[in-house]
């Protein structure tokens, strides 16, 4: 299977003076910038007129100073992903990669998210939140009564694993949920789903979005944490293997979970697969994933024929305000 993303029809000069957003001053402003200068060397590699630009380092208003004339945001988690720089760059007028100001916002909140989720009818596991109020030890202990054990703690509006403990017993709670709140005001707590985890990227608009082939993770003990996402080389990523009615199921749910929330552009659900009887559930929607080295957009579209570069730059070329949409 090959994917045709009609790049003969991208004009470069078009595209105008670019800026790459990374880095950032989130929680996973080390994976921005390793993001961003491959995005960076990618797009300048196919002769577009593009430049790093900081957000921490600078002020937006200055990307209308300069005659900026489209952004590629590959900043991560918040200030970046969760619509406060997309609500900013429709202040200023500048096109944007990925998704507009709410579907931001709503996708970098995993609660929010799963309440859309559930009332559009489409799975996702079980959970419990505690606001500050509630994490007190004496609620905190309840919490694996209801959702049984293992279970997952982790703030809600943080990405890259950050913050996240998986909990094997009643004694590991308190100190899950205190480094959980060292991150959020909000902790979620979640069902631990037993099975395969996967993760599917998607790209487009609407009723034209297209899912990219499946991909299964297999981390060292199955612990696919902040770690084993960005530098280690023993975690397996295997691209398009599932057979061909499963691969289809799971496009179709994570279709469905994009279309669901608003995304356009690109994005990347995870999702896992339940060991015991196949049911899939999904955990959480990326609408800014990671362009590392090892990440998954440039994996999946690999797999279809699109290299990295011309990912980056098709990405590039959908840049747009929510006015345009």
């Known amino acids: 299977m090959t994917l045709d993303l009609n790049m003969d029809r991208i004009s470069v000069s078009a595209l105008g003076k670019v800026a790459v957003l990374f880095g950032g001053d989130s929680a996973e402003r080390d994976v921005s910038l390793m993001s ?47 619509g406060t720089v997309q609500g900013a760059l429709e202040l200023l007028g500048i096109p944007y990669t990925g998704s507009g100001v709410m579907a931001s916002a709503i996708a970098m909140d995993k609660i929010t998210t799963k309440r859309i989720w559930l009332a559009d009818g489409l799975p996702t596991p079980r959970w419990v939140s505690l606001r500050r ?28 694993s950050m913050g996240a403990s998986k909990v094997m017993g009643y004694s590991q709670m308190q100190e899950a949920v ?7 005001a909000v902790v979620l707590c979640e069902e631990f789903i037993d099975g395969q985890e996967l993760t599917c990227p998607v790209l487009g608009d609407g009723e034209d979005a297209v899912a990219l082939p499946v991909i299964e993770i297999r981390a060292e003990q199955g612990n696919y944490d902040y770690q084993n996402k960005y530098f280690t080389d023993t975690t397996q990523y295997l ?27 690109w994005g990347r659900a995870d999702l896992m697969r339940r060991k015991s009887d196949g049911k899939l559930f999904l955990l959480e929607m990326n609408t800014s994933p990671g362009m590392t080295s090892h990440s998954l957009v440039p994996k999946a579209a690999q797999a279809v024929g699109v290299s990295y570069e011309h990912l980056c730059l098709w990405l590039l070329s959908q840049a747009r305000l929510d006015s345009q949409a």
């Open 239 to 265: 691209v398009a293997q599932l057979p061909s009615e499963l691969q289809e199921e799971v496009q179709t749910l994570v279709l469905a979970a994009y279309r669901s929330l608003g995304c356009r552009g």
């Open 178 to 184: 205190e480094l959980a709140a060292r991150f959020d």
């Open 133 to 160: 109020d509630e994490q007190q030890r004496e609620r905190v202990r309840t919490v694996p009564d209801e959702l049984g054990l293992p279970l997952f703690v982790k703030p809600p509006h943080e990405g890259s």
């Open 36 to 82: 961003g200068d491959g995005v960076l060397a990618a797009l300048r590699a196919q002769g577009v007129d593009a430049h790093a630009f900081d957000p921490s380092k600078r002020p937006l208003q200055a990307l209308k100073d300069e005659g900026f004339q489209r952004v590629f945001i590959a900043l991560h988690g918040r200030h970046g992903e969760d």
